[in-house]
């Protein structure tokens, strides 16, 4: 049997549709820019500080240094 | 089980709004491709590497760049895009996407990419794709398509950047090798639409599209095409010199340089009806597979060096 569809029924398809595409280039989107950062800062990205800290790191040579 | 049918007036019905399938082909999916073929090339040809995911993105954004050009280019010439039988069941003209759609489309696309390939790759590449864009809409599409004969010699500059724009994403500079690779594709351009023109001369002529069979006849463009073949046939074989190609691309550029000039003979001896016609055709047809060849070769040759290296 052929039906045919009304047209806001067609309307709401090709909306969802519609909706969908630019959901997923959106996701898309998101996903190729954390993969970019994630490439171009290397492992530090991944830090819970992001590889950069305030002050340097405490190390055996400059504890011993500091009664001097 | 009922089937599911729609009347060709619902299909036409703008206020429906357009399918996905209606925005991929306002980003005219094979104009595209070999902007991602040549872009891909310029990126591999070049002396310096890229991490693959980098890469992966800027071809994305020269993609999705092309692509947005496209679209522009369908809002654009909507008018012309009716009436010419090769273009007539565009999304467009078949009132499938609004004319305003496609600008809005194109217009979000052009920025989304200049910038994606910016921040993430290079800003040199960014601008190149940013100035790319602008001159085949403002340039080619909107000022010289239709008041010169001219118009696809100097806007076949928008389809020759793509593969100094992978190039640039590669080392951020540009060089007299991805010169050269532009300067292929675009003294290439001029022969190839032109003998489509020769063929399609009734259609142009129908939107009022000032194409050179349109303007100066038959005879002067099958001159034109013969002066430009000689033009591009030596130009296409320089990659050899420069060290750009390897053997086999100078073996390969020769070859197809020669058969290539051998086709815009036959185009500028055979002048009548449909003997005419199929030289043009075949040029047409041949220069598609040239100028793929020639890149496919480069491309083949540097993943080769890349692979050995």
Redesign the interface.
Known sequence: ?????S?ND??RR??R??SL?IGLALAA?VV??Y??TI??LGPNALKKDGGFTSRPPVTQDSTKQAPK | MAEIGLTSDETRNPTLGGDVEDYVALLKPRVMSLAVFTALTGMVAAPGTIHPALGLIALLAIAVGAGASGALNMWWDADIDAVMQRTRSRPVPQGRVTAEEALAFGLILSVLSVLTLGITVSWLAAGLLAFTIAFYVIIYTMWLKRRTPQNIVIGGAAGAFPPMIGWAAVTGSISLDSTILFLIIFVWTPPHFWALALYRASDYEAAGVPMLPVVSGPSETRRQILLYSALLVPLACTPAITGLGGTAYAIVSVGLGIAFMGFAIDVWRKTEGAAGDKAAKRLFGFSILYLFLLFAVLLAEHSIRHLAG
Request: no cysteine; aromatic share 4%.
């Open positions: 049997m052929m039906v045919a569809t047209g067609e309307q090709r909306q549709m519609r595409a989107l190729l820019f993969v970019a490439v171009r």
